[in-house]
């Protein structure tokens, strides 16, 4: 599979319970029409979204954000560029969005999703690699979790790893707002349109001879500007 025969974003069936026509062209274009269509006019009718900066690249890489709110991934696979999303797969957490046959097929659909264990600083192997090497962007949240109190936590190694090991770059993001909007423990955004920033930086990629802590190191200060500078902004 490659970017130029393939330019719609084919699902990821790693999870044995997700049928096979998950991974066929109709379904990606389903996904398009959904994310667009459907899930775009719903997240701006919820909240307020201002989008700052733009990808300098389309793929492959790891997009990588701070996690706060179940609003992130929707924000990411409709307010990132076409060109990005539609060879985007996003890592969800294999023990809650694939512990039941509706819910995998669902997140696989809407957002082409691929399953993380997420032990800590366990590097992510297998599906996310091939997926790489087939010309896709992995959209990943480093922490692992969704922040309990709106705090970043610190950031696992398995993004920085795949960055390392494959050699592609790392694309920031910070998000600001979302753990107002909807934080943990509620199933729908707070009522107001309340506002959400988020913040696009400049791709980062892992120098010669560069740990994978240290790129680690130097993902998270990435994220962790952008998204202070949305709450100076926003103060």
């Known amino acids: 599979m490659s970017a130029e025969r393939t330019p719609e974003p084919a699902p990821v069936a790693a999870a044995k319970r997700q049928p096979a026509w998950l991974e066929s062209r109709l379904a990606g274009l389903l996904r398009i029409v959904i994310q667009r269509g459907v899930l775009k006019p719903l997240v701006r009718y919820l909240i307020r979204v201002e989008v700052v900066g733009r990808p300098a690249a389309t793929g492959p890489m790891v997009v990588v954000a701070n996690h706060s709110s179940h609003l992130d991934a929707p924000l990411m696979v409709t307010f990132l560029?076409?060109?990005?999303?539609?060879?985007?797969?996003?890592?969800?957490?294999?023990?809650?969005?694939?512990?039941?046959?509706?819910?995998?097929?669902l997140t696989g659909l809407v957002f082409n999703a691929f399953p993380?264990?997420?032990?800590?600083n366990k590097p992510m192997r297998g599906t996310s690699g091939r997926l790489l090497d087939d010309g896709f962007s992995l959209l990943v949240f480093p922490e692992g979790t969704r922040s309990r109190d709106g705090l970043m936590g610190d950031f696992q190694l398995g993004?920085?790893?795949l960055c390392v090991s494959k050699?592609?770059?790392?694309?920031?993001?910070?998000?600001?707002?979302?753990?107002?909007?909807?934080?943990?423990g509620r199933n729908w955004p707070v009522p107001g349109r309340l506002p959400v920033r988020f913040?696009?930086?400049?791709?980062?990629?892992?120098?010669?001879?560069?740990?994978?802590?240290e790129f680690a190191v130097r993902m998270q200060a990435a994220v962790t500007?952008?998204?202070?500078q949305g709450v100076r902004d926003a103060g």
């Open 116 to 120: 993380i264990d997420r032990g800590k």
């Open 81 to 105: 560029p076409l060109a990005v999303t539609r060879r985007l797969a996003v890592g969800a957490a294999a023990d809650y969005f694939f512990d039941s046959k509706k819910r995998a097929i």
């Open 225 to 228: 500007a952008l998204h202070d």
């Open 199 to 213: 913040a696009i930086g400049d791709p980062l990629t892992p120098g010669p001879g560069e740990s994978v802590p």
């Open 167 to 184: 050699g592609v770059p790392c694309l920031p993001i910070g998000i600001t707002g979302a753990y107002d909007a909807m934080p943990r």
């Open 159 to 161: 993004a920085a790893a």
